[in-house]
């Protein structure tokens, strides 16, 4: 029984860390507020460091590693509020790998020289779907069987949207699906589909936990050196008990998040559950180190010209984006409230 | 990571499941702060001795197993799931044993160990005052040295002793230094509740039962034998009794499943609204990341990792959970809610109601939420001293 993450994907995420603490300060996150697209040099950089291949099969250059090193690593880019479509690399990969593993696109992926879009069932918007060189879609139509298409965004019409985080470049993707762009169909499809959705939720979650941490750490250092009334604001107890009970969300919502990993890396029974709880989870954290940091920070918090805003409106998109909280908790509920008896302490 | 149990544990498991499910009380015991309730846990608590399940995770020497951190969670998942009586005899077996463990001689631990495991000899935790709550170290109550006899004469007054009513001993914190200030000059005695000069008062509860005693010292006499550790060094020793409180000893995640698991069941059972249905599924969900934090935990222990003020973070999450889930299992009873033990139409004997109550004491007790997030804030955080 170990609930940690191991030697190697701490060490990977801490070369990450010390990579994007250089080449992904918020003078970075703002410079790609004003780009037409976030993807810049850094995505070759982070493709050397093996990040935009990390799950890509190593037979197609990518590190061949799963879940909990994905983890890892995007709790880091979440820190930095890297916004460059890592998780969309990473869900287009294992569906990739599964449907069409030779058309060149894994090793386009890994090597950094492509950059791929999703936009699977459920969502509305796929991000940087004008950048990507692909936009892998899902269908589930009620009524028919399921279809995943790879396509090219040439051939999509693209009508851009507007997020709060202006780093994110949204897209409403219209296209027609073609037996030419087709590469799954059927239960195959589904089940790879619903897979695809738990490893972005998941992945969502983690890099969610870095920007609570993040901005938890921003409001200490805040809280330490603001002064009001002569005294630092952090001695205050009403400050203090507000990043207090940030740290509590934080800690709880991270065990959760790694145990999510862990069943979708190896394919429990458990592991919808366990990615809904902890989208859930690492949503809270968030949104509630954003009110608390917003709080504190006061009316500098309040403005653009401080960074806070970059990762306070990373953590809203994010909270809503693959899937939001309350459609995680239905899918909870339906799990522990369904047919079968409540769950019982684990045999394992 | 590694979230499977060995074979070994898994083998545990088994055999703890099976001797729980062929001993556990059909009927459960009488509130344990009654006097005849008393009893009957002391009397449980011996048959989980004389069975070596009382304290698992002590030397066998001590009528534990040996069993590694692991193992108990393990245990006390299925001790709770199966049922089994609150044991009467928590704060010494998991609250001070570990100090003694740590700080004791072999002649106290050999002397308090065993009748502490087999319900024998009942502790109480003696730290409250009247003028010392969450200002601990404001301790009052005072030791002099008798040195004719060979120990300290105590005087003062203890207040909020969980089952201080009918225990049998106290461990406490006393002022042996009668110019020393807050924690400086405090000494950690053990103090046998038989002895003259002892007054005891209960106290009820919110539940009406005598589950606190006040305690009166007037001159008791205690032998150098039993004080623990070095005199003056009862504030550091203190320190790591609370700790167990705050962390994991008290509240392992098996005590959380279980109702989070009756609590999904009463609402299959009674069903309820869309908000209702999420309050129960956060309840489970809450138990579940109390155990993953739990399991993480053991994994920072096992590495050679210590906590320190993490407990405290630990502390607010299950206090605010546990009345969170009782308040929920409440709102699902409705009209119900209200019914207490005795009424002809109380749902499952009030024990949502009886639970409620008590969940309504983890905020307060083991140190005030209001005081870890102090603690949080200045010893996790590093932010600068509340002013
Ligand atoms: C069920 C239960 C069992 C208990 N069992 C025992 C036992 O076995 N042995 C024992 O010794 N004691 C026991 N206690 C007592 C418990 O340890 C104290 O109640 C606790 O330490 C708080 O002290 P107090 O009640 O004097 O409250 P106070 O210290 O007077 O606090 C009152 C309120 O003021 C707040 N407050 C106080 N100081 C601060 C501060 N610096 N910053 C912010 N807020 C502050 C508190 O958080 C609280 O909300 C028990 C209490 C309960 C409820």
Redesign the interface.
């Known amino acids: 029984?170990?609930?940690?993450?191991?030697e190697e994907q701490h060490l990977f995420g801490e070369t990450v860390r010390d990579f994007l603490a250089a080449h992904c300060t918020a003078e970075h996150v703002r410079a790609a507020w004003a780009a037409d697209t976030a993807v810049s040099a850094r995505w070759a950089e982070l493709a050397k460091l093996g990040v935009t291949g990390l799950v890509v099969p190593d037979d197609h250059d990518g590190l061949g590693l799963g879940e909990?090193e994905l983890s890892a690593v995007l709790e880091q880019a979440g820190y930095a509020a890297l916004p460059d479509p890592l998780v969309e690399a990473a869900v287009a990969s294992g569906i990739l790998a599964e449907f069409a593993p030779d058309a060149g696109w894994l090793a386009r992926i890994a090597r950094g020289e492509s950059v791929a879009s999703v936009l699977l069932p459920g969502q509305a918007f796929a991000v940087e779907a004008r950048a990507a060189d692909l936009v892998v879609v899902g269908i589930a139509p009620a009524d028919a069987p399921a279809e995943i298409h790879v396509v090219d965004p040439a051939d999509c019409t693209l009508t851009a949207q507007v997020s709060v985080d202006r780093a994110r470049k949204l897209f409403r993707v219209g296209f027609d699906p073609v037996p030419e762009t087709l590469v799954a169909s059927g239960p195959a499809a589904a089940t790879a589909l619903a897979r695809a959705a738990d490893r972005g939720a998941l992945g969502t979650a983690a890099f969610l936990l870095g920007l609570t941490r993040r901005m938890?750490d921003m409001t200490?250092a805040y809280?330490?050196q603001r002064v009001q009334r002569g005294?630092?604001i952090?001695?205050?107890?009403s400050?203090?008990?507000h990043?207090?009970?940030v740290?509590?969300k934080l800690?709880?919502?991270?065990?959760?998040v790694?145990?999510a990993?862990?069943s979708l890396a190896r394919g429990l029974p458990s592991a919808p559950r366990d990615v809904s709880?902890a989208k859930?989870?690492a949503g809270e954290a968030a949104d509630l180190a954003a009110r608390n940091a917003l709080q504190v920070h006061g009316a500098i918090g309040y403005t653009e010209e401080h960074d806070l805003h970059l990762f306070m409106k990373r953590a809203w998109a994010l909270t809503a984006a693959w899937g939001d909280a309350s459609r995680h908790?239905a899918r909870?509920?339906a799990d522990?409230?369904g047919d079968a008896p409540?769950?019982?302490?684990p045999?394992? | 990571?590694?979230?499977?149990?060995?074979a070994e544990?898994?083998q545990f498991?088994q055999e703890a499941r099976a001797w729980l499910t062929a001993n556990v009380p059909a009927e459960p015991l009488p509130s344990m702060d009654t006097e005849d309730g008393f009893r009957r846990h002391q009397a449980w608590e011996k048959r989980l001795f004389d069975a070596r399940w009382a304290v698992v995770s002590w030397p066998e020497e001590y009528g534990g197993r040996d069993a590694g951190l692991?193992e108990w969670l393990i245990f006390e998942?299925?001790y709770h799931?199966a049922g089994a009586p609150g044991r009467v005899g928590q704060n010494g077996i998991f609250l001070f044993a570990p100090t003694l463990f740590a700080f004791g001689d072999t002649a106290q631990r050999d002397r308090y160990l065993p009748a502490m495991a087999s319900g024998e000899e009942i502790w109480v935790q003696g730290w409250s005052e009247p003028e010392a709550g969450s200002d601990l170290a404001n301790v009052r109550s005072r030791a002099v040295r008798d040195d004719a006899h060979g120990g300290w004469r105590l005087t003062g007054q203890k207040i909020w002793s969980s089952r201080g009513t009918y225990g049998h001993r106290l461990f406490g914190l006393f002022r042996t230094d009668p110019d020393s200030r807050r924690h400086h000059g405090l000494t950690y005695f053990m103090v046998d509740l038989a002895s003259p000069g002892v007054t005891v008062r209960p106290i009820a509860q919110l539940d009406g039962e005598p589950g606190f005693a006040e305690i009166f010292l007037d001159d008791v006499f205690v032998p150098d034998a039993d004080v623990l550790g070095a005199p003056g060094e009862g504030w550091t020793i203190m320190i790591a009794t609370t700790g167990s409180e705050r962390g994991l000893n008290l509240r392992s995640p098996?005590r959380f499943?279980?109702p989070a698991?009756r609590l999904?069941?009463l609402?299959?059972r009674r069903g309820g609204d869309e908000s209702l249905?999420?309050a129960?599924?956060r309840a489970?969900?809450d138990a579940?990341?109390?155990r993953?934090?739990t399991?993480?935990t053991?994994?920072?222990l096992?590495?050679g990792g210590r906590i320190g003020a993490?407990s405290s973070?630990n502390k607010?999450?299950w206090s605010q959970m546990d009345v969170e889930s009782h308040a929920t299992a409440l709102r699902l009873l409705g009209e119900y809610g209200e019914l207490d033990a005795g009424s002809p139409e109380a749902v499952d004997d009030a024990r949502w109601l009886d639970g409620f109550l008590f969940a309504l004491g983890g905020p307060i007790y083991a140190g005030t939420n209001?005081i870890?997030?102090?603690t949080?804030?200045?010893r996790?955080?590093?932010?600068?001293?509340?002013?």
């Open positions: 029984m170990r609930l940690a993450y191991g909990e938890l200490v809280a330490k005294v630092v952090g001695t205050h107890q400050v203090q008990h990043l207090a009970n740290l509590v800690e709880f919502a991270r065990p959760v790694m145990r990993a862990y709880m859930i989870y908790r909870v509920a522990l409230l409540a769950p019982m302490t045999e394992l | 990571m590694d979230l499977e149990f060995t544990e898994r498991r692991t998942e299925e799931r098996g499943l279980e698991r999904l069941d609402y299959r249905r999420d129960v599924v489970w969900m579940e990341a109390y993953l934090f399991f993480g053991v994994t920072k096992l590495d993490d973070v607010v999450f209001e870890q997030r102090n949080i804030a200045e996790v955080l590093g932010l600068p001293r509340a002013r």
